[in-house]
């Protein structure tokens, strides 16, 4: 009866340090948003109402690609460790290109796009939380 539950003691011990890795690296988070020239991931989504005067400042921009190029995510106005960031509250954007689409990994990049008047942008009217994750 000792050498069989010694047994299964074993074996669950040995199954719970083969798992402790896996759960130890955390969620894996797909590329999904560019911010800082970084690739964010990010999990799930709460529609809220559209911003006022009191509260606007609390969003950022969100800008989703009509035509880019493959491989092009969504854009984000900052991130975790930018001072500008608001916490991911979002305001979405449409941008299409143009001319000949080329990838954008951060706002700068789009900021100046706009000025050469390589783009235009449309507000979508959506307004979202969602948080952005490292990539793992």
């Keep these: ?8 003691v074993l074996v669950l011990a040995a199954l719970l340090i083969a798992a ?17 020239g970084v690739a964010w991931g990010t999990k799930g989504t709460t529609d809220l109402p559209a911003p006022n ?3 606007l400042q609390s969003f950022d921009g969100l800008y989703k690609f009509t035509n880019g190029v493959d491989g092009q995510l969504a854009v984000a106005e900052a991130a975790p460790g930018n001072p500008a960031f608001n916490g991911g509250r979002w305001i979405e ?4 290109f143009t001319g000949a689409p080329q990838l954008v990994t951060s706002y700068a990049e789009l900021s100046d796009l706009v000025d050469a008047g390589l783009v235009t942008i449309v507000a979508s009217g959506n307004y979202f939380q969602c948080p952005l ?3 793992k």
């Design 93 to 96: 954007y449409f941008v299409t």
């Design 1 to 8: 009866m000792k050498k069989n539950i010694l047994t299964v």
């Design 133 to 135: 994750l490292p990539v």
């Design 20 to 36: 402790v890795p896996a759960f130890a690296a955390g969620p894996a988070f797909e590329p999904r948003i560019y911010a800082d």
């Design 53 to 55: 005067e009191n509260n």
